[in-house]
């Protein structure tokens, strides 16, 4: 079975940081795009992140750019998202997907270019 399973989402604290993992069973992820989205209550899957497969070329939009850092691990078969200097509008469930192709291309930020989904993780910056 084809899954995927983001973890580390929690409450924490504006300025605060987490770090999300995406792990993968029934497939590998290596040469696979892998992207993180997030979508708050009322509002669009947003694209976060996006990682290459073949280089590990990173892509961010612009509401994290400088805070948040994409980072994959072929050897465990996991991507991490690092999330420093938190602040309240980040509050969201985060998913992470995976692509079989391994550019993110231009349009990374697409949720319909993705073909694997977790099932999210739930963020909560607040004080």
């Known amino acids: 079975q084809l899954q995927l399973v983001e973890s580390g989402g929690g409450l924490v604290q504006p300025g605060g940081s987490l770090k999300l993992s995406c792990a993968a069973s029934?497939?590998?992820?290596?040469?696979?795009?892998i992207g993180w989205f997030r979508q708050a209550p009322g509002k669009e899957r947003e694209g976060v992140s996006c990682?290459?497969?073949?280089?590990?070329?990173?892509y961010y939009s612009d509401s994290v750019q400088g805070r948040f850092t994409i980072s994959r691990d072929n050897a465990k078969n996991t991507v991490t998202l690092q999330m420093n200097s938190l602040k309240p509008e980040d509050t969201a469930v985060y998913y992470c997907?995976?692509?079989?192709?391994?550019?993110?291309?231009?349009?990374?930020?697409?949720?319909?270019?993705?073909?694997?989904w977790g099932q999210g993780t739930q963020v909560t910056v607040s004080s």
């Open positions: 997907a995976a692509d079989d192709a391994s550019r993110c291309g231009s349009n990374w930020y697409g949720p319909a270019k993705y073909d694997y």
């Open positions: 029934g497939f590998t992820l290596n040469y696979k795009a």
């Open positions: 990682i290459s497969g073949s280089f590990g070329i990173t």
